[in-house]
């Protein structure tokens, strides 16, 4: 928490998602839907996020007084309101006309589901120094797909299936990953309160994020190839887990997703001694592993 010097005492203000409680967590998440579908201003989220946190609430004597005074005394009330709603950072910033989102969270947000008197756990993944994480290789694979598949679909009906499945994958009805996927389970998902999927759309996106912007994980995602045709058919991320496997890097059933990423890397780390070892040139090889050249060079 953070604490706000005002003309009388001071305030508190969250600083971060972990100052927030799990009811104040979920009525943030749903503010921020809102916000991304265009229906609130920024203004207005933060101000409904301040009234949320703070318990602001203003009594009917209160009301009466302020609609009795002058309206410049009104315009500096509000004035006051907008500017110290204007300290909440954490959830998103406002960079020009541009709306940006704080993806970090230190853990989950929503670490259980409720449905039907029944409880799911979800994955965690903690994030300090390090990440650490029980979500598998096949987990983060395919709701990393999932999540790429419903950016770009136009359905609201199948971008509601997709984070349906996501949901499912990582607050699992069994840890048997295929059991779970043909249970039915991401039918049960439908019926999650929406701000609460908004949220674990928004977790997970964090955790994707943090891999693909991470200093070594990161250049896993960087690729020049471009495919002639419109015929190729991607697998995505289960192409790489096959492929891992294939070749004996890991079992992505089992293995963590940080170890994954570190069989990835070892992986290309093996292809590109190989190559240049066979005489492949570092130009060559990059055209045709759609490998950048600097990339080349950082793992070799």
């Not at 009525?27 to 921020?32: A, C, P, Y």
């Not at 349906?164 to 039918?187: F, R, W």
């Not at 190989?274 to 759609?290: D, F």
Request: proline share 4%; aromatic share 10%.
């Amino acid at each position: 928490m953070k604490t706000i010097q005002l003309h009388k005492g001071s305030i508190e203000l969250p600083d971060n998602w972990e100052d927030l409680s799990y009811k104040e967590k979920i009525f943030t998440f749903g503010i921020l839907s809102e916000l991304f579908a265009g229906v609130l201003t920024p203004e207005v989220a933060r101000l409904k996020m301040l009234i949320e946190y703070t318990g602001y609430k203003p009594s009917v004597v209160q009301l009466i007084r302020e609609a009795l005074s002058k309206s410049d005394q009104r315009e500096v009330i509000h004035f006051n309101l907008l500017k110290l709603s204007e300290q909440l950072h954490f959830a998103f910033s406002v960079e020009g006309n541009k709306i940006v989102p704080n993806y970090v969270f230190r853990t989950n947000p929503i670490p259980v589901l409720k449905l039907n008197r029944k409880i799911y756990p979800g994955r965690r993944f903690e994030l300090d120094i390090t990440a650490r994480t029980n979500i598998t290789a096949r987990e983060f694979a395919d709701c990393f797909d999932l999540l790429s598949a419903q950016q770009h679909l136009t359905s609201d009906a199948d971008r509601a299936e997709c984070i349906s499945q996501i949901c499912a994958i990582l607050y699992p009805k069994t840890e048997n990953y295929k059991e779970n996927m043909v249970s039915g389970h991401d039918k049960q998902m439908r019926s999650v309160f929406p701000a609460a999927k908004f949220g674990i759309i928004f977790w997970f996106t964090g955790i994707a994020r943090f891999y693909t912007g991470h200093p070594v994980y990161g250049l896993l995602f960087k690729n020049n190839k471009k495919e002639a045709g419109t015929d190729k058919i991607s697998l995505g991320m289960n192409e790489i887990t096959l492929t891992l496997k294939k070749e004996g890097y890991g079992d992505p059933e089992t293995m963590s997703v940080n170890d994954w990423f570190d069989s990835q890397v070892k992986y290309l780390k093996d292809m590109i001694h190989k190559s240049i070892a066979a005489g492949v040139k570092v130009t060559e090889l990059s055209q045709k592993s759609g490998i950048p050249i600097d990339v080349i060079h950082k793992l070799s």
